[in-house]
């Protein structure tokens, strides 16, 4: 893994996009696995805004999300289906066909969960998987405990999630408890892997999930087992981090990053 350390959020976001810029000229047909979040939504408005006023072409492109919450209609203000159109979809020129969420209201969420993951195979795996992190330590909802080489499934959210995300939602009885999640194993097969983190309240847990041991308690921590994954926080996120310097350093001299500088 590589851990990038950028001076505020703005800067974390426009690094992370433009790696997933890149994804995209480099190969127009890219295969995108995205995430939500408020996280994420800075980064999806860097996006459009590179659509919008450089041509950022995603005509070809489609996109495979990692969750959605077990129950709520795509057209529901609360979905994930929602947040994506919302944010990033109804303002670039993605082809809504070639997008894909799971369907939180399926009637046999197995079934849905097979579909998915076969889906995603036909059209040749993820080429770069867009990654946040849960105060919980997870990664889509991997929750705690999350088997390191699970599939998709349906996973019952942690206590800490519901308090993460239960804002989004009119009472905290209407948040879903349950979703549907690309396993921790699927994700590990997307061929690249960007995760951006910013935040202080993201700093205790980035840690363990980069500096820690690899474990199931932390299902972010999975991601040290992967070839090709870039990290990328703030300054903020990173103060709990022990190699800072080490990774200031890589930044500053790897090749890799010449163009990022
Ligand atoms: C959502 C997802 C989650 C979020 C994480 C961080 O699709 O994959 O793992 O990335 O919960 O969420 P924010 O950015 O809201 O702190």
């Not at 202080?200 to 199931?216: L, M, N, Q, R, W």
Request: hydrophobic residues 40%.
């Amino acid at each position: 893994m590589e851990v990038i350390i950028r001076p505020d959020p703005t800067a974390a976001t426009q690094l992370a996009a433009a790696l997933i810029a890149d994804q995209v000229r480099t190969k127009p047909s890219s295969v995108l696995g995205l995430a939500t979040g408020a996280t994420m939504e800075r980064l999806y408005a860097e996006l459009v805004r590179q659509h919008k006023e450089e041509g950022l072409d995603f005509s070809l492109v489609r996109t495979f999300n990692l969750d959605e919450y077990v129950g709520l209609s795509p057209e529901d203000p609360h979905s994930y289906r929602h947040y994506m159109n919302a944010q990033l979809f109804n303002h670039i020129n993605i082809d809504i066909r070639n997008t894909h969420l799971p369907h939180g209201q399926a009637e046999d969420l197995k079934l849905e969960c097979r579909r998915y993951e076969a889906l995603m195979q036909a059209c040749g795996g993820v080429d770069l998987q867009l990654l946040g992190i849960g105060r919980s330590g997870h990664i889509g909802f991997n929750e705690p405990l999350s088997a390191l080489q699970s599939r998709t499934r349906d996973k019952a959210l942690t206590p800490t999630t519901i308090e993460q995300n239960e804002g989004y939602f009119p009472t905290p009885a209407d948040m879903p408890r349950c979703g549907i999640t690309m396993g921790v194993g699927t994700i590990l097969e997307a061929r690249d892997i960007v995760m951006l983190v910013t935040g202080s309240s993201k700093a205790a847990v980035i840690a363990k999930a980069v500096e820690g041991p690899i474990t199931s308690m932390i299902s972010a921590s999975a991601l040290q087992m992967h070839p090709h994954c870039r990290t990328i926080v703030d300054e903020a996120a990173a103060t709990d981090l022990t190699q800072q310097e080490y990774y200031h350093w890589i930044f500053e001299n790897e090749d890799e990053w010449r163009a990022y500088r």
